[in-house]
């Protein structure tokens, strides 16, 4: 019996095309590109007719409208007033007016998390940055006392 462990070889190596001579990358296809060209200057009237029917109460179309023409937003932009992020203190002000906005419905907790953490990792870096030109000055101080 074959051990089922053992990865499986295929004829080809990962990231070589069985074809290198095949259709290039971005190349469009010709299905699609006469698609285009037939609802050239239709799709208006086509989305139009497709909301009318909607409206009309036609469920296929209200699905239609909802998923392809209308499709549900992955992200918005957010748009809040937060303060320079250059010390500490300023990074304690905008993780306060983060929490202010959620708290008054301005911001979804979600978009209060992300910000939240956005401001974190400016905090780390902050923190790093101030670490380093400490040791920085510690270094040439100690350079110069030693010449002393």
């Given amino acids: 019996m074959p051990d089922k462990t053992e990865k499986k070889q295929g004829k080809f190596r990962k990231g070589h095309s069985g074809n290198p001579l095949g259709r290039p990358r971005g190349t469009r296809n010709k299905a699609t590109i006469a698609a285009e060209t037939l609802f050239e200057g239709e799709i208006e009237g086509i989305c139009r007719k497709a909301i009318e029917e909607a409206k009309r109460g036609n469920i296929q179309a209200m699905k239609l409208v909802l998923d392809r023409i209308l499709p549900p937003k992955k992200e918005a932009p957010i748009f809040i007033n937060l303060p320079p ?64």
């Fill in 85 to 148: 992020v250059k010390t500490g203190s300023d990074i304690l002000e905008a993780i306060h007016r983060v929490a202010q906005a959620v708290s008054h419905g301005e911001l979804s907790p979600t978009e209060g998390d992300c910000l939240t953490r956005i401001i974190e990792r400016q905090a780390k870096v902050i923190e790093m940055n101030d670490f380093e030109e400490r040791l920085k000055k510690l270094e040439e101080r100690q350079i110069h006392e030693s010449f002393h």
